[in-house]
């Protein structure tokens, strides 16, 4: 007799019974081994509930993968030693010296400005609460950008030297030179002393200072004289010093700046705080190898490329600054004298300038607006976020500072007379009083 010939569908169907008979899963060889139908709708069940809570859990460790999710590791370290942050201080007033004011007199004199009262400023930057507050404000601004666009000498002269600011320095119980003290000309506070910065007076290498304690006897102390001459043409309002602690890789932001008020000793604690997070995609950031350039990056912007090439290093401050003065070199066609050589571009230094570098700020930064606030969003994206970086807290304290007798031992020190007598302020003990500041700087 014949073999009875098989379809083809007959025949996968049965290779496929036999495929199921001979699997290692349980399930199926048993639902189609077993002849008793409770048993095998039993098996049917079983084998549906475990493939579904095995579909479920690959479904939830894909997702949980795809999440980035990463967990957070808070320490709290002691080291010893530990690098001393840089410090970076500033008489708030920029124009402290003799040539400071036939400078300001000049430029008054050419503008046709008789004076900081004059109705030329209020057309520019009305102000009703205080019009002289918002003059001085806006003339010490443009003043202290067109310094900024002169050359190093002629910018150091608008305020004391480094010896007749910084009367006494100690770090450690140690008397200090002024070999670690370094300068560099702010278009904010115009010139700055930085002490612990790596380099020294003249520019070379110097290693970093190093503390194992806290306390007073374990940090840096300064005596600052930072007074002002009596004369409107300072274009002060307010007398003091601005004081920075930051890591030495980083330039200074007035937004995370310390006043220090004369005729005070003024005590700041400092803690510092190392932040590591892990990069994209697990955070909105970038690695330092990738932003230093070292690794390629998965984001190119001229911003990005401008901070590097003026910094060296990236910040994302900085970045944010060089996309603002884009904006001023497009419409207002200058800048910051600080970012003129990058952009190609000519420093803002005049009443008019600084009037459209100011509208310009208010519609990148207005809330109010939808299109100023996409430009800032747009900024923000072009301007990627460091993964690592240092950064200090700190508590301050102050107490009245000098004494009446203290002052009248230095009213006798001919470094005093000679300071005072160059600012045409009289030898009294008020007059060191009101001009001298204390400054201690510690780790907590």
Known sequence: MAPKKTSIKESLIDEAVDCALSSTSHGIPNILRNKRKPIKFIWIICFLVATGVCIYSIIVSITSYFEFNYATNIQKVFQNPIKFPAITI?????????AAIAY??????????ESVRSPILAKLVPYEPNQVTANLLVLGRVLKQMAAANNDSFRRAMSLDLNEFVLAATFAETPQDYELFSWIYSQEFGNCYQFNVGKTRNGSRAELLTTTK?????????LVYAGVPSHIDTLSYNAGAVLFVHDQNDSINSANSIALSAGALTNVAVRKQVNERLALPYNQCYNNEQLSGEEPATFDSAYYRRTLQLN????????LKVAEQTEYALHCNCTEAYYSTLLNSVPCSRL????????????????????SSSKFLTFLALCPVSCSGDSYSYATAQSSFPTASYATLLLNESKMISILTSQDKALTVESVS???LWLNVIYE
């Open 214 to 222: 806290s306390g007073f006897t374990n940090g840096l102390s300064l």
């Open 90 to 98: 500033c008489n708030q007033n920029a124009f402290t010296t003799k």
């Open 104 to 113: 300001v007199q000049s430029y008054l004199n050419s503008s046709g400005i």
């Open 312 to 319: 060296f290093t990236y910040s994302q401050i900085e970045c």
């Open 434 to 436: 009101e001009s001298l």
């Open 352 to 371: 008019a300038d600084l009037y459209c570098c100011n509208q310009v700020h208010k519609s990148i930064h207005a809330s109010a607006s939808s299109a």
